[in-house]
């Protein structure tokens, strides 16, 4: 093949996706192929830079998002700015998953560093411009994002081995039921 003919095909491949573990911490559960973000220089980490200021991505550049337990130790106004940053350097559909405690779990209140009020499925909801819309009331969040959410729930491990309906009751009704909330972004542009 000529030079010219190679430099070519060169110039069309598509680009290396862009995937982040913010909070990625010591980098121990961090999936393969992504980039580890964190405040803190810790190894595992690649890019350190703090989450409450501006993000150092351009907007519509990222992939896709991991991020285990990080939300739920963001102050209101903090969770505010990360929701409308995830949604500003996402591209349109792709997806973001977020693990944060139930609120009706110990975890979401056994650590002091955990802000309030601890992150519930609702706060998901508020993530999307059109039900936020939809409510009666002037919207005063903050919120620009927009995204659908699915949700999940790291069941309690006594739980995990029962049927589904059983599950369900449990999760609705029983304190330590649901251990996580898991939520699954996709961005709408």
């Known amino acids: 093949m000529p030079k010219s003919a190679r430099l070519k095909f ?3 491949e598509p680009a290396p996706e862009l995937k982040l573990d913010l909070g990625t911490g010591k980098g121990l559960s961090r999936p393969d192929g ?3 973000v964190d405040l803190q ?20 550049t ?9 939300v739920h130790y963001l102050s209101a106004s903090e969770r505010v700015h990360f929701a409308n940053e995830l949604h500003r350097v996402l591209k349109p559909d792709a997806r973001a998953t977020i693990h944060v405690p139930h609120w009706s779990s110990s975890k979401a209140y056994g650590d002091t ?17 059109a039900w936020r819309e939809s409510q009666n009331n002037v919207d005063t969040t903050g919120y620009t994002c927009n995204f659908d959410h699915t949700l999940g729930y790291g069941l309690h491990p006594l739980l995990v081995t029962r049927n589904q309906e059983y599950q369900q009751h449990a999760v609705l009704y029983w304190k ?4 996580d909330i ?3 972004l996709v961005c709408l542009k």
Not at 45 to 54: A, W
Not at 114 to 129: C, I, K, R, T
Not at 176 to 179: C, I, L, P, S
């Open 10 to 12: 060169k110039l069309h």
């Open 113 to 129: 560093r955990v802000q309030w009020p601890p992150v519930s499925e609702m706060w998901f909801a508020m993530l999307n411009q």
């Open 176 to 179: 330590e039921a649901a251990q």
């Open 41 to 60: 220089p810790y190894d595992g980490v690649d890019v350190v830079t703090d989450l409450t200021k501006r993000w150092p991505w351009k907007t519509s």
């Open 182 to 184: 898991i939520a699954t």
């Open 62 to 70: 990222v992939d896709e998002v991991n991020c285990n337990y990080l």
């Open 34 to 36: 992504f980039v580890g």
